[in-house]
């Protein structure tokens, strides 16, 4: 059965990194897991896990939200030199059918599992933002998963999985541009921009690639967040 811990709501219940120091200092590790594309019209959402070498940190490694795409890139950069990681790609299909929540645990779980299975280490717990991921179907059920609301600024290694997932979401939506040209791709990835719901509600047909759950309910949310609030939901 795996321990779901919910840590404390607020922003300064605990130090930044104290999980990665608390492991690093019995010589264990940390996973991290976040997910990028909950909020797009199009495309797929991607997750990924994350496990820091111990006692090494980069200023590069901050909230992929706050980072421009050149230092977006650095950070993968040194992710990939230094890091282990995998990534979790739920099909737009998928959350269809199973719903945007439910996508991305499974998304998250396809993450770890990858992970786990080429990583020589076992993390002493992992770490989500916000997302309880049950682990009782998976030879992992024994490892504590701790939530908790502003992941990325509160622990480096969820930071380095918004990083992995963004970078990799975003190449995912700048090929698909060049398959589908028109709906600029390239420019939204996806989200909910005035130029993305223009082409959608000007009668132009959904792409086999648009999320037909949420372009249903396109004019529901008419009034609600607009498009720079869709994109920092990444």
């Known amino acids: 059965m795996t321990l779901i811990i919910q840590a404390s709501r607020g922003k300064q219940s605990f130090r930044k990194n104290y999980f990665e120091k608390e492991a690093w200092a019995k010589n264990m590790v940390i996973c991290g897991i976040d997910e990028v594309g909950r909020g797009p019209l199009a495309g797929p959402l991607v997750t990924a896990a994350v496990i820091l070498p111990p006692h090494k940190l980069s200023p590069l490694i901050k909230d992929s939200k706050i980072l421009t795409p050149e230092e977006r890139i650095k950070a993968f950069a040194w992710i990939s030199r230094h890091c282990w990681y995998a990534t979790g790609i739920v099909h737009h299909r998928i959350i269809d059918q199973q ?3 439910y996508a991305t645990l499974t998304a998250m779980k396809k993450a770890l599992v990858h992970l786990l299975a080429t990583c020589p280490h076992r993390p002493s717990a992992i770490l989500i933002d916000a997302m309880p991921l049950k682990l009782t179907d998976t030879n992992y059920s024994d490892i504590p998963v701790h939530y908790f609301p502003f992941g990325e600024s509160k622990s480096t290694s969820i930071a380095a999985a918004s990083i992995v997932a963004k970078v990799r ?3 995912l939506m700048q090929r698909m541009d060049t398959l589908f040209p028109g709906y600029l791709l390239g420019q ?6 005035p130029q993305h719901k223009e ?4 009668g ?3 792409l086999i690639i648009h ?3 949420f372009i249903r309910r396109l004019a529901q949310w008419e009034d609600a967040s607009d498009a720079d609030d869709q994109q920092s939901l990444c």
Do not use: E, F, L
């Open 99 to 101: 719903n945007i929540w």
């Open 169 to 171: 979401r975003d190449a």
């Open 188 to 193: 939204h990835k996806g989200y909910r921009t």
């Open 199 to 202: 082409a959608v509600q000007m």
């Open 204 to 206: 132009a047909k959904p």
């Open 211 to 213: 999320r037909m759950s």
